[in-house]
């Protein structure tokens, strides 16, 4: 078997009505995608997407089009797309970087491995390892009657496990956290997220004002660029420290591991590349005593199903104590895929079929096609 073609399709989702995500990195609307077909000379074609959001790696859906045309199709076709850990040697030969457009075409090619073998692709990656994912749901840094009637809707809904964005303002912050804690109440699992929002003199005062709220976690606190900051953290509160935009690469997870930095690690697909990346940097954290966890960029239907595949499959991503943010088809009017995810409200579960066990939905790709 061998690869024809690597394709690329830009896409344009936008978030429902109600269901947008404010972060200290902006707000969150639409959703400039890019669906990834490879195309086998067999006529097995495998799936990908590329979440793409410049604000977390500098990548574009223009720019990884035009990688996907110009580098890495020219630089697989040929190419056994069974032989996904070659394929990948040969796409980081052909392009630095852009750790979301590769994670688009590698997630492709394990669809096709998977497809061929007649297995869903966690059993490619060693088999299950639970049966379901438990999962989280986002309230954004809205103001807090608006973050309030978001968190009530998704406990309505039967969602027991939360995470709040921070990071703007912390007196603002500080009301909407607690907003949230009261209207749950002390059964829900709420954790929160600053996306670099906070200095280390707010962070450290944020933290200690919130243990009284039975906080689960506090994501990436401070900014990147000094790992020593999440240590100094680590050590001044009693919320566990979790690393997101300071881990993409191995190389930042041995960082941080070696530095006692972090109590979690916040990893998956897009974000560092790939699957394999991915599991390389859960093996890392693993061996060190640090658990990992699903962290998402509002994916669609295709990139969640292969998060869904490594967190069924990967004992490192503790989704049992830091349940995973399998979320991001719940926030778009379209998913492209032909049926939906099993997702929430408590639970997800990944899908059966071979490869990435879904199907991509053309009347929904030709009604959102860029």
Request: aromatic share 4%; with cysteine; glycine share 8%.
């Amino acid at each position: 078997m061998k690869i024809s073609q690597v394709e690329a399709v830009p896409i344009l989702v936008p978030l429902k009505a109600g269901l947008t995500t404010k972060t200290a990195h902006g707000e969150h609307i639409d959703s400039p995608y890019v669906i990834v077909r490879v195309h086998t000379d067999e006529g097995l074609i495998g799936l990908g997407e590329a979440t793409l959001a410049p604000r977390w790696s500098g990548e574009t859906s223009p720019s990884c089009v035009a990688a996907i045309r110009d580098l890495l199709d020219p630089a697989l076709r040929g190419a056994d797309p069974r032989n996904v850990r070659s394929c990948l040697m040969q796409i980081n030969r052909a392009l630095k970087l852009n750790p979301f457009t590769k994670a688009a075409v590698e997630m492709a090619l394990w669809d096709v491995a998977g497809k061929a073998a007649g297995q869903p692709l966690y059993r490619l990656l060693g088999g299950k390892v639970r049966e379901t994912l438990p999962m989280k749901m986002v309230v954004g840094a809205f103001e807090v009657p608006k973050a309030v009637a978001l968190a009530e809707q998704f406990l309505d809904w039967g969602v027991r496990h939360l995470k709040v964005k921070v990071g703007l303002d912390p007196e603002q912050d500080r009301e909407r956290v607690q907003a949230v804690r009261n209207l749950a109440g002390p059964e829900v699992t709420i954790g929160i997220d600053a996306n670099c929002g906070w200095n280390i003199t707010t962070a450290r005062r944020m933290l200690r004002e919130m243990e009284a709220l039975n906080i689960a976690f506090a994501e990436q606190p401070v900014g990147v660029g000094d790992p020593s900051a999440l240590g100094q953290l680590r050590s001044a509160s009693t919320i566990p420290i979790m690393a997101d935009e300071s881990v993409f690469t191995l190389a930042d997870a041995w960082d941080l591991v070696c530095r006692d930095a972090v109590d979690i690690l916040s990893i998956y697909p897009g974000k560092t590349g790939g699957i394999l990346p991915a599991m390389a940097i859960a093996s890392v954290a693993e061996a060190a005593g640090v658990v990992c966890s699903m962290g998402s960029n509002l994916e669609l239907g295709i990139a969640t199903a292969a998060m869904l595949h490594l967190g069924a499959a990967s004992p490192a991503i503790d989704s049992e104590t830091y349940p995973g943010d399998f979320l991001g088809p719940l926030y778009h009017e379209a998913d492209l895929i032909t049926e939906p995810l099993s997702l929430g409200p408590i639970h997800a579960t990944v899908p059966e079929g071979p490869g990435l066990g879904v199907a991509l939905d053309e009347n929904q790709l030709e009604q959102w096609r860029a």
